[in-house]
């Protein structure tokens, strides 16, 4: 277990670390350096500006120093509008990661309940249904999604209010970025309920006379759902991902939307500290959830 | 049929009471099916699924209507419509089959002009032959890119598994880590920055097909090829045992040689059933980058570009976002049927 445990740590460190070097090194083979304006900086005014950036040192150097900063948790500022990119990020992922986990929470339980109830009625009216449905909300791009969405609940029919920070309204953003993780935990979930009430132990619960609501939820459910724990990372790593252009087309201000801004704007630093924001959590996530699998079911061996 | 009565113990058999069979009667009893191979016992079971069958149908018709369709109708994806050589200034979002002014003149001149069967764009093309060029630029790079991950990462599993040992560890903490990066965000890192370093234009072939496509078949290049590559060498770490193998290795055959005629044939179902599979995900990733506007270069269409464009002008042409939203749909939920249904019906681990 501790071998496993530290092999999987240093595999997120590695992956960190190589996610942190492309960026800077992809960012520094980008032609221009961040002074370099429309209205040029007098030579005086430039060399002040690259001794206190360190860029007249060479490339190796500046990823040590870039390095060192970020451990600092110190991003740079951005090209654009000259903020602190720590604070613009830390700002924006709290719009973010209040939509991302609502998500969460709304395609885990929805998907566990459809899954089960899919697994339950096996080949009956409401798994053809619940499969179908669930296949062709893995077909659909959450920017398509989104956009219908949008256009039939905020514009035509206007049910749902345009989103404004003063008057936030969740319904659709978290509907879009949820339908995909939804389908796959629903798929996930069938499969894995499916295997489990084939067990001997669940046969041997009903035959010693357990109700089916306790034999559904302390033995079949239970197991089914270790499973779902390994994809909560991917889970994560799909909302993220997803609230890039979710956020754009319902224009939240939350760090999706920004890093997409930052993208058309060609800000770099911005891009940098995102990617590398982002890629850390993604890694994170990943690594808890995994070492969290490996912990709740006894019945994994360790390699 | 009533036994003749004679001694109830007796068991001598009464002979009148058999029937010498015919030839027939002899090859109904026969339990010999006819022979069968892996292949065509797989597209049996193929053609019984309906699902599979109906995506096939499905991706023919769209197959059928690309490369058809581009031979009739009288526009190109990129050209600005004009009557009788005068440019159509009117022709501006029009609705389904609908005509501008300047067409509706022509043709009561008695001119001919060829429908736009789904209206036109903002820029005054016609509709229909860009969504049509999209389907097209879409399939290509979702089958490009999944070529590009079946060739690398079919050589690395092969070779990482059938060296085994320390060659084999090596390479594989390589895929781990590649595996654990965060793939979208590291494609649009990528992207950004090929967009801005690299030139093609000299190339000739590359040229036409634009920076950023180029940059989304290297980062496929990049980054796809390790699910493919792990599932090649698992197959090939437990087919390398197999008896045959020794067999071809201890006559001398080169370890090439062995790869190629002994191992990959028999992994090739999971093969195909992955590259199927990557299909629909290339054509997804390739919309979410044209999202960001980092897909293929205007005036190219993809139907990620085109959805992204007709986003734009969401409250007075709806359709526009409507026909390549269908089209994405359709593709990747058949290419994702059929690779369900190639499963059921390769997968030897599936198989009874």
């Known amino acids: 277990m501790a071998k496993y445990v530290v092999k999987r740590i240093i595999l997120a460190i590695a992956s960190v670390f190589i996610i942190c070097a492309i960026t800077f090194f992809a960012m520094n083979a980008i032609p221009g350096g961040p002074f370099n304006k429309e209205k040029a900086a007098s030579a005086a005014v430039q060399a002040v500006l690259e001794e206190r950036f360190h860029l007249n040192e060479p490339v190796g150097k500046q990823f040590f120093i870039y390095m060192g900063n970020l451990l600092h948790g110190d991003f740079g500022v951005s090209m654009k509008t000259g903020r602190d990119i720590w604070k613009t990020i830390s700002e ?56 219908l969405l949008l256009l039939i609940f905020c514009i035509r029919l206007k049910l749902i209010p345009v989103w404004s920070t003063y008057n936030p309204n969740y319904v659709l953003p978290v509907i879009s970025l949820s339908l995909y993780p939804m389908a796959y935990i629903t798929r996930l979930t069938k499969t894995s309920m499916l295997d ?20 559904i939820f302390k033995h079949a459910l239970r197991n089914a759902l270790i499973p779902v724990i390994t994809y909560v990372g991917p889970m994560t790593a799909s909302i993220l991902t997803g609230s890039l252009v979710i956020e754009t087309i319902f224009t939240i201000g939350g760090l999706g939307s920004k890093f997409v801004d930052s993208i058309s704007n060609r800000d770099y630093p911005m891009i940098m500290g995102t990617t590398i924001f982002l890629a850390v959590l993604m890694v994170g996530i990943n690594l808890i959830s995994d070492l969290i699998y490996k912990l709740v079911d006894p019945r994994i061996k360790f390699e | 049929m009533d036994m003749p009565k004679k001694n109830i113990l007796s068991s001598q058999l009464d002979l009148s009471k058999f029937v010498k069979a015919t030839d027939e009667e002899k090859r109904q009893a026969d339990v010999m099916s006819e022979s069968t191979t892996f292949f065509k016992d797989g597209m049996r079971k193929l053609m019984k699924n309906p699902l599979a069958v109906g995506s096939i149908v499905v991706l023919a018709l769209i197959l059928v209507l690309i490369t058809i369709v581009p031979l009739f109708v009288p526009y190109s994806y990129e050209q600005i419509l004009s009557v009788n050589g005068v440019r159509d200034t009117g022709a501006k979002n029009l609705a389904p089959f609908a005509y501008s002014q300047m067409e509706q ?27 049509i060029y ?158 960001l506007g980092l897909g293929v270069a205007l005036p190219m269409p993809s139907l990620g570009s085109l959805a992204n464009t007709a986003r734009q002008g969401l409250q007075s042409n709806s359709l526009k976002l409507v026909f390549p939203a269908v089209m994405i749909c359709l593709v990747v939920l058949a290419f994702n049927l059929l690779g369900d249904g190639l499963r059921d019906a390769f997968d030897p681990k599936l198989r009874k």
């Open chain 2, 105 to 131: 003149a022509y043709i009561a001149q008695g001119g001919k002009v060829f429908p736009h069967i789904m209206g036109t764009d903002e820029l005054c093309r016609d509709y229909f032959i860009r969504v």
């Open chain 1, 92 to 147: 924006s992922f709290a719009v973010s990661a209040h939509i991302g986990l609502m998500a969460m929470a709304i395609a885990l339980v929805i998907g566990l309940v459809l899954g089960s109830i899919a697994a339950l009625w096996r080949n009956k009216f409401p798994d053809r249904i619940i499969v179908f449905m669930a296949t062709l909300a893995t077909a659909v791009p959450s920017f398509v999604l989104a956009s």
């Open chain 1, 196 to 215: 489990v009430l084939g067990q001997d132990y669940v046969r041997t619960a009903r035959a010693k006379g357990v109700s089916w609501i306790n034999v």
């Open chain 2, 134 to 291: 999209g389907t097209r630029v879409s399939l290509f790079v979702g089958l490009f890119a999944s070529i590009v991950v079946l060739v690398i990462g079919v050589l690395y599993g092969a070779i990482s598994g059938y060296a085994g040992g320390r060659v084999d560890l090596i390479m594989m903490r390589i895929v781990d880590i590649i595996y654990s990066l965060p793939d979208l965000l590291v494609i649009i890192l990528l992207s950004v920055v090929f967009r801005e370093t690299m030139d093609f234009s000299k190339i000739p072939f590359l040229s036409s097909m634009g920076t950023n496509m180029v940059s989304l078949f290297l980062v496929f290049g990049l980054l796809y090829w390790v699910g493919m590559a792990r599932l090649v060498r698992a197959e090939i770490l437990s087919i390398k045992e197999n008896e045959y193998v020794l067999a071809a290795r201890s006559i001398g055959a080169k370890p090439g040689h062995i790869i190629k005629t002994h191992i990959l044939p028999n992994c090739i179902s999971v093969i195909i059933i992955a590259t199927a599979l990557q299909i629909p995900s290339a054509i997804f990733t390739e919309s979410f980058l044209s999202f």
